[in-house]
């Protein structure tokens, strides 16, 4: 069997009730493997709880309830060694403007225990390809250098595993290409990648295994080509002749009208074969110009699996 990069059991958080806002649970008693080398989506709805589950595996958040474990390391029996196998690139900026990129390395590297021989700030200010702006004030950087900067802070200790916090939402074509191209590197030399997206085409190409969750709840585990294929809703898309008179009738389909005379059939390629959807369209003397198919992509399954549950 694989190893796990991280295991996690029953965990649960509930904030403490605000002012006015009652207390609800943002995690509610989740399960999880991540397998060592993945690259693993976390994707759900905002408020789904995405971010309070990486801010407990990075020791940001006290969890209320629950197991985790990273690369063997119980987070509440090797408090330090499972914070040492983890680097996080967190969602918020927060970095401190007085600090250059060199610095904010340097300082990360010391919070961590590197030893100053066995840092690499040259060769990360490479990698997110801030070189230039070594010794530049942090806030004098652009929004995209200081996203980067993020992600080199997250790398000072060289951990496992790696864990980012939708590093795209909000950032230029550019710097996503930049990021994607980072992190299928750091991946292929064999770090663990975890990260949450709001983009689903981005987690259909990024990611090897998807984990969905809902209202602190875990709805789908499993890879990626698994969960697409889950879906097997097929569209047909008729581009007729000539006007048409009669809709289609068969068993299993659905038929809607789409402007410009376009027919979309919908079925379930499993238990309807394509070739009786082209019979109901001959039988209702309908002439194909034109047909193509549409797929379920992930944001059907995601759609799906989050319709208020
Ligand atoms: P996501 O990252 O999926 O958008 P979050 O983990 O940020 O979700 O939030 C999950 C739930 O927990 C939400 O209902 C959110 O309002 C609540 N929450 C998050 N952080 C806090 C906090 N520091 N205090 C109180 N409630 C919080
Ligand atoms: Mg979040």
Known sequence: MDKNAIEIRGLTKTYKAGRGSPEKPALRGIDLDIPMGAVFGLLGPNGAGKSTLINILAGLVIKTAGQVTIWGFDQDVNPRQARASIGVMPQELNLDPFFTPRGALEVQAGLYGVPKSQRRSDEILRLIGLEDKAQAYARTLSGGMRRRLLLGKALVHMPH???LDEPTAGVDIELREMLWENIRRLNAQGMTIILTTHYLEEAEEMCDEIAIINHGNLVARDSTANLLGQLDTKTMIIHPDEPINTLPECEGIEVITRPGGELA?????????????????????????????????????????????
């Open 161 to 163: 595993v790696l864990v």
């Open 265 to 309: 059939i919908t079925y379930q390629s499993g238990a309807t074969p394509a070739e009786a959807v082209l019979d109901a369209v001959h039988r209702a003397g309908i002439r194909i110009r034109d047909v193509k198919t549409e797929q379920a992509d992930l944001q059907d399954v995601f759609l799906e699996l989050t319709r208020s549950r």
